[in-house]
């Protein structure tokens, strides 16, 4: 199994471009969502979604939308990047949202 | 909402002593307290966790304690090793707020061979 999986890596944008981070995960877990890190702030969630088809907002949803597409892929879109999301985003997901949440390896994104 | 509060920041031990993170949490609904510990450029992953009916729990050199009453939280790892070096996060969870889980800011933790 490869868990949690995102995509890309590393992104640059430039201020105003958009794009989408993906996620995927193979452990058939009900619950999914997406954290942003910054230093000294710890792990701050900015959607989930506790099951398939439905979507709810985090601590910091501003200037984010989400999309849970199946019970696999959950992905993160930017639509107009500004400089203060320049941040490393991960995904996690969880069995239900009861148990241990997996997290994915991260995306480094920097807004220029 | 929930607010987690973790110290220290940053910790500095020998290899050998022993370290302790302390965290407290905001909402007495809580009822689910991990610990993630993160490499350098890695993911966060789950080392440990309690649940809100039990005091402690210990695995190997690793152990966290529950204050329900005080509604604190903490990390303790005994006979540190330089593989311990890492960045330590607690968190809480709150059922009636969707499962979802609230983070301490982190501890960076040092340890000194």
């Known amino acids: 199994n490869a868990g949690v999986t995102q995509t890309p890596k590393f992104q640059v944008l430039k201020t105003g471009q958009s794009m989408t981070l993906q996620c995927a995960q193979d452990m058939n877990h009900n619950s999914m969502y997406w954290y942003r890190q910054d230093p000294g702030m710890g792990l701050r969630l900015i959607y989930y979604?506790?099951?398939?088809?439905?979507?709810d907002k985090g601590e910091v949803p501003n200037g984010y939308n989400v999309s849970r597409l199946n019970k696999r892929e959950f992905s993160l879109r930017l639509e107009s990047a500004a400089p203060s999301q320049t941040s490393v985003y991960f995904c996690?997901?969880?069995?239900?949202?009861?148990?241990?949440?997996?997290f994915g390896p991260g995306t480094r994104l920097t807004v220029l | 909402g929930e607010n987690v509060e973790q110290h220290p920041s940053t910790l500095s031990v020998q290899e050998g002593d022993s370290a302790v993170i302390k965290c407290t949490y905001s909402d007495s609904a809580s009822n689910y307290f991990p610990w993630y510990k993160q490499e350098l450029g890695k993911r966060p992953q789950l080392i440990i966790d309690i649940r809100s009916n039990v005091g402690e729990k210990k695995d190997q050199r690793i152990a966290v304690t529950l204050n329900k009453t005080a509604k604190h939280f903490s990390l303790h790892i005994t006979e540190t090793q330089p593989e311990d070096s890492a960045v330590y996060f607690c968190?809480?969870?709150?059922?009636?707020?969707?499962?979802?889980?609230?983070f301490g800011g982190g501890t960076r933790v040092l340890v000194k061979p």
């Open positions: 968190a809480a969870r709150t059922e009636a707020a969707g499962n979802k889980l609230t």
């Open positions: 996690a997901s969880s069995d239900g949202g009861r148990d241990t949440q997996y």
């Open positions: 979604s506790a099951s398939e088809g439905t979507t």
